[in-house]
């Protein structure tokens, strides 16, 4: 078995999917042959054995090109997010990531070019496809109502925490990364994406409702989507940090606010969870499946109960959580020991 995997998401600030599948990519090389493809060069090491492939950044090209890859280089499975090549030559296996269906029930969140993208090529993928993974029962059930022709080709394969993140896990509180050297005290910590779904504005007006005036909120991934006006010096928005400085946020935040309308998973979860830091997050049905004994859930949409809940839970000392490690479900060892076996039965 020789699998080639299309990491061309690495460096691109992709949020969730790039850490998908560079945690895919550096577990799987532990398990079988593998190759890469890459538009840069990534910032952490691959095994010597893992051979690269960079090829121009366009995707149309990307597509073209990894089938012929495929052939000459002698890979016998293709693994990758949503899409697959043009054309499958003859003997070779595709395997295909389907992280959730969200651009179905909420389309007016994505962009024209990502509508068009999930309306034309990802149906060809699903068809192409020999498996289609997806992160959560939730994810199949959706997946299965939506395209009832591939439902036969669904596997469920959770996600994990990201190693960086655990091996960063011990930074002392008085030593932060230079890049967030400025934070201090209490705070809560956010998550934003390219996608509105994470609904960060209504995080910043029931943050903003608090009168606790000594908490902050800490918003990670940039101001994309964030549209409030009520932005007050307690608030800070960093860019994309590292996996170090994330590491640090998670351990010493009071808690983690994920108040997404959609998930297929909610890898933010989980890696908080594995910092022993609680959760506030909206009540949707995935997050319930991954997560349900962690979780304060409130109801979506709900601006009056997610700002008592700050309230309730910024007035109080930090309830660190035991996680025993040992045997929490999700880690990208076991993740990946799961597509391979997958593989072996196409």
């Known amino acids: 078995m020789r699998i080639l995997v299309d990491s061309h998401t690495i460096g691109q600030n992709e949020g969730g999917i790039e850490r998908y599948i560079k945690n895919v990519l550096i577990s799987l090389e532990k398990i079988v042959p593998i190759g890469?493809?890459?538009?840069?060069?990534?910032?952490?090491?691959?095994?010597?054995?893992?051979?690269?492939?960079?090829?121009?950044?366009?995707?149309?090209?990307?597509?073209?090109i990894i089938p012929f890859i495929l052939i000459f280089q002698g890979y016998d499975t293709y693994f990758s997010n949503y899409t697959t090549p043009f054309f499958k030559p003859r003997g070779k296996k595709y395997i295909i990531t389907l992280h959730d269906v969200s651009y179905i029930p909420q389309k007016k969140l994505f962009s024209l070019r990502d509508r068009l993208l999930f309306l034309t090529i990802l149906p060809y993928s699903l068809a192409l496809?020999?498996?289609?993974?997806?992160?959560?029962?939730?994810?199949?059930?959706?997946?299965?109502?939506?395209?009832?022709?591939?439902?036969h080709k669904i596997r469920v394969v959770y996600e994990g925490v990201d190693t960086d993140i655990l091996a960063c896990k011990e930074i002392p509180k008085d030593r932060p990364?230079?890049?967030?050297?400025?934070?201090?005290?209490?705070?809560?910590?956010?998550?934003?994406?390219?996608?509105?779904?994470?609904n960060i504005d209504l995080i910043v007006q029931a943050f903003h409702r608090l009168t606790n005036k000594h908490i902050k909120l800490i918003i990670v991934g940039g101001r994309?989507?964030?549209t409030s006006r009520i932005i007050d010096k307690r608030i800070r928005i960093l860019p994309y940090v590292n996996d170090h400085a994330l590491a640090y946020l998670y351990?010493?935040?009071?808690?983690?606010?994920?108040?997404?309308?959609y998930e297929g998973f909610g890898l933010p979860v989980i890696e908080s969870i594995a910092n022993s830091t609680?959760?506030?997050?909206?009540?949707?049905?995935?997050?319930?499946?991954?997560?349900?004994?962690?979780?304060?859930?409130?109801?979506l949409n709900n601006l009056a109960a997610l700002s008592e809940i700050l309230r309730i839970t910024a007035s109080?000392?930090?309830?660190k959580m035991v996680v025993d490690l040992n045997h929490f479900p999700y880690s990208w060892k076991r993740t990946a020991k799961k597509i391979v076996e997958i593989v072996d039965t196409v």
């Open 251 to 261: 351990k010493n935040a009071h808690a983690l606010i994920y108040y997404s309308s």
């Open 129 to 151: 496809a020999d498996i289609i993974i997806v992160p959560s029962n939730f994810v199949r059930r959706e997946a299965s109502k939506w395209y009832p022709q591939h439902a």
């Open 177 to 198: 990364p230079r890049m967030i050297i400025n934070i201090q005290g209490l705070y809560f910590l956010c998550i934003n994406s390219k996608n509105q779904r994470k």
């Open 224 to 226: 994309r989507n964030i």
């Open 278 to 299: 609680p959760v506030i997050a909206s009540d949707i049905p995935s997050l319930r499946e991954i997560a349900k004994k962690y979780i304060t859930f409130v109801p």
């Open 316 to 319: 109080k000392t930090k309830e």
């Open 36 to 64: 890469a493809v890459l538009y840069k060069k990534p910032t952490f090491p691959l095994k010597k054995s893992t051979k690269t492939y960079y090829v121009y950044p366009n995707d149309f090209f990307r597509l073209f």
